[in-house]
Antibody
């Protein structure tokens, strides 16, 4: 059974870069698609993007050029970078398995953007 | 972008009752690429239904999905105490994938 665990700073200053890592166990990140999804406190879900070792990553156009995703096959991890953050980027960030249909999720990590 | 509109916003029911949740898409979903998720407080969403009507592994058969085109329904035949939660629909055929705003099922 695949398990995912997010890690990274819980507090980021405005205009700085948010960086999160998802550690995968029970599956190889070489073998599937991996996604990031976020949820502002008390609100709904927003797709951030997905990545696969054999294809170019896909990012939600609403985030423009601020988002980058990458894979580290040696550690079985994938990562998210979101630049120039504002308070609107405050959310619980989930990593998940799946290209567009997430069938396994991490527990989520709250990232607050505040000075 | 495909916009999903869920109704009602909140559904107040008693254990044992039937719950009917609606999800309407702003454009027709080819191949019925519509999923339903359940989310409890402090937890990640859990996949219940994919392709409009296919239950995910381990999901009880009291959960059922139906619909096609732009109108989809999630039905919980008899509510159990653990079913009180927020439910989201999601379309995964269009780009980007999008979610509805959620329906909260709470105890009457």
């Amino acid at each position: 059974q695949v398990q995912l665990q997010e890690s990274g700073p819980g507090l980021v200053k405005p205009s700085e870069t948010l960086s999160l890592t998802c550690t995968v166990s029970g599956a190889s990140i070489r073998s599937d698609y991996w996604s990031w999804i976020r949820q502002p406190p008390g609100k709904g879900l927003e797709w951030v993007g997905f990545i696969n070792i054999r294809a170019s990553p896909y990012y939600n156009p609403s985030l423009g050029s601020r988002v980058t995703m990458s894979l580290d096959t040696s550690k079985n991890q994938f990562s998210l970078r979101l630049t120039s953050v504002t308070a609107a980027d405050t959310a619980v960030y989930y990593c998940a398995k799946g290209r567009t249909l997430p069938d396994s999720w991490g527990q989520g990590t709250l990232v607050t953007v505040s000075s | 972008e495909v916009v999903l509109t869920q109704s009602p916003g909140t559904l107040s029911l008693s254990p044992g009752e039937r719950a009917t949740l609606s999800c309407r898409a702003s454009q027709s979903l080819g191949n019925s690429y519509l999923a339903w998720f359940q989310q409890k407080p402090g937890q990640a969403p859990r996949l219940l239904i994919s392709v409009a009507s296919s239950r995910a592994p381990g999901i009880p058969d009291r959960f059922s999905g139906s619909g096609s085109g732009t109108d989809f329904t999630l039905t919980i035949s008899r509510l159990e105490p653990e079913d009180f939660a927020v439910y989201y629909c999601q379309q995964y055929g269009g780009s980007p994938p999008t979610f509805g705003q959620g329906t909260k099922v709470d105890i009457k």
